[in-house]
């Protein structure tokens, strides 16, 4: 299992939108409609924003948005806040039951 | 509300075997079997990266990558599931998360627990 690629860092000012990517293969992020992103600020646990690429949980502002198109998925965040400053991983189905991460993208908020 | 807890032991040394437990609350007996459980670990500024997940009838996955050195089990009686990790090096230096896989997502998380492998 290959992690899947997400860009190191982004950033954007308050307000502003920024778009993650997460770029994998036809066997996962191309392959099932289960690609799922989370949120890791530091020292906590990870929260699901998106699954199924494109649902939010409920209590999820609709500030948070996902995308796909062949294997790349992304996760679009805008109005840009403070709090948004963190970590996010993509994940996807991999067939066969299991799971794959990506490489995580920190966004700082200038 | 759904809460995970993990419980480990902190440090172990090189070459023992790893025992970690995570205990269930808020979830009722008739929707228990709903879900599957997993382990997920992150070591120290790295990825997230999952190991394994079990069903409530016992059914369990492994990533590949630890098959050969990775047991999780299931405990209903106790609303609890463990993981086995044999043969520990630094490189399993992490912190080990439980989580709850519904419908193919992670939807909720334990608070983690730090692993240490160091002599």
């Known amino acids: 299992q290959s992690a899947l690629t997400q860009p190191p860092s982004a950033s954007g000012s308050p307000g502003q939108s920024v778009t993650l990517s997460c770029t994998g293969s036809?066997?996962?992020?191309?392959?099932?409609?289960?690609v799922s992103w989370y949120q890791q600020h530091p020292g906590k646990a990870p929260k699901v924003l998106i699954y199924?690429?494109?649902k939010r949980p409920s209590g999820v502002p609709d500030r948070f948005s996902g995308s796909r198109s062949g294997n790349t998925a992304s996760l679009t965040v805008s109005g840009l806040r403070a709090e948004d400053e963190a970590d996010y991983y993509c994940s996807a189905y991999a067939g066969d039951n299991k799971y794959v991460f990506g490489s995580g993208t920190k966004v700082t908020v200038l | 509300q759904v809460q995970l807890q993990e419980s480990g032991p902190g440090l172990v040394k090189p070459s023992d075997t790893l025992s970690l437990s995570c205990g269930v609350s808020g979830v009722s007996r008739v929707s228990f079997p709903n879900y599957h459980w997993s382990w997920i670990r992150q070591p120290p500024g790295q990825r997230l990266e999952w190991m394994a997940s079990?069903?409530?009838?016992?059914?369990?996955d492994y990533n590949p990558s630890f098959q050969s050195r990775v047991t999780i089990s299931m405990d209903t009686s106790q609303s609890q599931f463990s993981l086995r990790l044999i043969s520990v090096t630094a490189a399993d230096t992490a912190v080990y998360f439980c989580?709850?896989?519904?419908?193919?997502?992670?939807?909720?998380w334990g608070q983690g627990t730090v692993l240490t492998v160091s002599s």
């Open positions: 079990i069903s409530y009838s016992g059914h369990t």
């Open positions: 036809s066997s996962d992020v191309g392959g099932y409609q289960y």
């Open positions: 989580a709850r896989l519904n419908h193919l997502r992670f939807d909720v």
């Open positions: 199924e690429v494109t």
